[in-house]
């Protein structure tokens, strides 16, 4: 899959569902209401990537307060990773982030996600704020990372 065989559109919560399910590292998908409860009276963005008329990536975020908004949710299905989807999901988002009036954008992740953690270094994400893990089965791959970037 090449840049030319994918594109990205605002998209349905269905669309993101239909990516949700087939994530391997989601021992837990977000349900439809999960979302809608999330969103609810937010101004939100909901991208996705298709490629073929198929929903293959997804970038989901809101506006948590002020000029702040927050990537919540991404996934990009296993057969299409490493391909530039999701950075292209991320720019498209800063765009519009920008275009909103939005100064910064956070996101959070986990340290066992280091693919996604590269990323956003590498587009001057920087780390704002690390949550330890709660339970002692947790490992230092469950360490969440909070990221920041100012538009």
């Known amino acids: 899959m090449t840049q ?5 559109h605002q998209g349905s919560i269905e669309d993101m569902l239909v990516v949700e399910q087939q994530i391997p590292e989601f021992s837990n998908p977000k349900t439809r209401e999960d979302i809608l409860q999330r969103l609810a009276g937010r101004k939100y963005l909901a991208l ?3 490629c073929d008329g198929q929903p293959v ?10 000029q702040q908004f927050y990537s919540w949710l991404g996934a990009v299905i296993p057969a299409c990773r490493g391909k ?4 292209a999901l ?14 910064h954008i956070e996101v959070k992740t986990m340290n066992r996600f280091k ?14 704020e690390l949550t330890h893990p709660a339970t002692p ?7 969440q990372i909070r990221f920041r970037k100012a538009l």
Do not use: N, P
């Open 48 to 50: 996705v990537a298709s």
């Open 90 to 103: 991320l720019l498209e988002q800063e765009h519009w982030c920008r275009e909103q009036g939005f100064s």
């Open 57 to 66: 990536a997804y970038k989901l975020g809101y506006e948590q307060a002020a």
């Open 84 to 87: 530039g989807v999701a950075r």
């Open 137 to 143: 089965t947790d490992t230092l791959l469950d360490v």
């Open 115 to 128: 693919t996604m953690m590269q990323m956003l270094v590498s587009h001057d994400y920087h780390i704002a």
């Open 4 to 8: 030319a065989q994918w594109h990205i």
